[in-house]
């Protein structure tokens, strides 16, 4: 049986994305605003509408702290239940997986 090809798609602070495949098109437009954050609400904004896919927060622990499914384009994201930081949203949609840093000041 075939074996599903996973892309990754890392974004620096200044939008940039760094990947490792030409074709990636569907995830490197997500961006998350504003960030920094001072309430640690934010909004991800170009998601691929997926039924596969999800958003999901890390701290610097590697522990998560927010998930959900992807329902639209956009996802607005709640973390000021949580201390204040760097944190790390990961957006996959079965395919293809993108990794930014948000920061919680």
Do not use: C, W
């Not at 049986?1 to 990636?24: L, R, Y």
């Not at 973390?79 to 920061?103: C, D, L, R, T, W």
């Amino acid at each position: 049986t075939p074996v599903a090809q996973t892309k990754t798609v890392f974004a620096d602070d200044s939008k940039k994305a760094v990947q490792n495949d030409k074709n990636i098109n569907s995830l490197s437009n997500v961006t998350l605003v504003p960030n920094p954050t001072s309430s640690g609400n934010f909004t991800v904004s170009g998601l691929p509408f997926s039924t596969s896919g999800s958003v999901m927060v890390y701290n610097v622990l590697g522990e998560m702290v927010y998930q959900s499914l992807i329902r639209s384009t956009s996802e607005y994201i709640d973390i000021s239940s949580h201390p204040k930081g760097v944190y790390f949203v990961k957006i996959s949609n079965g395919a293809e997986m993108s990794i930014q840093k948000i920061v919680y000041q």
